[in-house]
């Protein structure tokens, strides 16, 4: 036999608000996105850095650089369709985003820089996309020399 008790909705909705809250938590906050201003947007900044940076290549992604006329650097993410279906450029696309958030700061200001995900990319970790970043950062020497030690 069920019997109502006065309470039984009172807590049910609580946990639901808590448990709405607890997601909310989990999500990422917007502020640790890469502001509009840092993105590369417009399809003549990208394509300007690609005929014209210089490349930097690993078995899982490229890496393009240019030197801009803004001071801040601005960055692309991209995913072709060689790299697997919209799911797999997504989680390719997500993985670079995430593994360029720690050395955001420490990157040296006035470069355009795209990021190409190869397929490989989708069976790795955020640590593996992350070394291999870092990798490539060193190589094109834009990351600032007294804050390599923290990558």
């Known amino acids: 036999m069920i019997v109502n008790q006065p309470n039984s909705s009172f807590s049910l909705k609580h946990s639901l608000s808590s448990l709405v809250e607890s997601q909310r938590e989990l999500r990422s906050d917007p502020s640790e996105h890469v502001k509009r201003e840092f993105r590369l947007r417009k399809s003549s900044d990208f394509k300007r850095v690609w005929r014209y940076g210089k490349s930097y290549a690993h078995p899982l992604m490229v ?8 001071d801040p650097t601005r960055i692309a993410v991209s995913a072709g369709r060689s790299v697997g279906k919209a799911v797999q450029r997504n989680r390719a696309k997500r993985l670079l985003r ?16 795209v990021l190409i995900a190869r397929k490989p990319l989708t069976e790795t970790s955020l640590q593996q996309t992350h070394s291999v970043l870092v990798e490539l950062m060193k190589k094109t020497k834009l990351l600032n020399s007294k804050n390599n030690h923290e990558c």
Not at 63 to 70: A, C, P
């Open 63 to 70: 890496l393009i650089v240019r030197r801009n006329q803004d």
């Open 98 to 113: 995430e593994a360029i958030k720690p050395i955001l700061a420490q990157i040296e200001p006035g470069w355009d820089i």
